[in-house]
């Protein structure tokens, strides 16, 4: 019953490198969202998606790309890493609107 | 801006005790609040929530209290354990987006 999967765990980046966040599900939920987990502002939402082939913005989405091309997966994508996305990313997905979500373990990523 | 606030950054209690745990927010339109434990190197995972049109929900220990009017909602946690002992997320839901609270870390004291 593996829930929300993240890989990897942790990175370290160079600034200007690009990199992408996996993320996969088998609990065949429509949402998933990505967060970052920064100090003193909880998690923030960066894009997420309401089924396969629709994806949105949230409130931080400046230097990252998703695409969801089938239900399980939703991949993030850092196009050039810079030292401010150093942080901890946060995969969820739920079964509906007012579902709970379900998170993954997370990925550490520093940039240096 | 955060729509979320959670302004206590820290809560300890004694083991036994009552945990109450605080949390404000600014946007009408939310329509359902959940509540998130963490613990470190884990992903959050759901507590409890509640639906704009109640205020009051209840599972085992844990009980959340919603005033719309004041825009306040709160989770209390009777009794406190030590397994409690985490960080604790306050969330908010409208337009499929969550918003999340900046967390406040509760540590039981045996």
């Known amino acids: 019953n593996a829930g929300v999967t993240q890989t990897p765990k942790f990175q370290v980046l160079k600034t200007g490198q690009s990199m992408t966040l996996q993320c996969a599900q088998d609990?065949?939920?429509?949402?998933m969202s990505w967060y970052r987990q920064d100090p003193g502002m909880g998690l923030r939402l960066i894009h997420y998606s309401v089924g396969a082939g629709i994806t949105d913005q949230g409130e931080v989405p400046n230097g990252y790309n998703v695409s969801r091309s089938t239900t399980e997966d939703f991949p993030l994508r850092l196009l050039s890493a810079a030292p401010s996305q150093t942080s901890v990313y946060f995969c969820?997905?739920?079964?509906?609107?007012?579902?709970?979500?379900?998170f993954g373990d997370g990925t550490r990523l520093s940039i240096l | 801006d955060q729509q979320v606030k959670q302004n206590s950054p820290s809560l300890s209690v004694q083991e036994g005790r009552i945990s109450i745990l605080n949390c404000d927010y600014t946007n009408s339109m939310f329509d359902y609040f959940l509540w998130y434990k963490k613990y470190p190197a884990e992903g959050p995972t759901f507590l409890i929530s509640?639906?704009?049109?109640?205020d009051k929900n209840e599972d085992g220990r844990f009980t959340v209290f919603l005033n719309k009017s004041a825009k306040h909602l709160s989770l209390h946690i009777v009794p406190s354990q030590p397994g409690d002992s985490a960080v604790y997320f306050c969330?908010?839901?409208?337009?499929?987006?969550?918003?999340f609270g900046a967390g406040t870390t509760v540590t039981v004291r045996a």
């Open positions: 509640i639906s704009s049109i109640k």
């Open positions: 969330a908010a839901i409208y337009d499929y987006k969550l918003s």
């Open positions: 969820a997905s739920r079964g509906g609107v007012a579902q709970p979500q379900h």
């Open positions: 609990m065949n939920h429509e949402y």
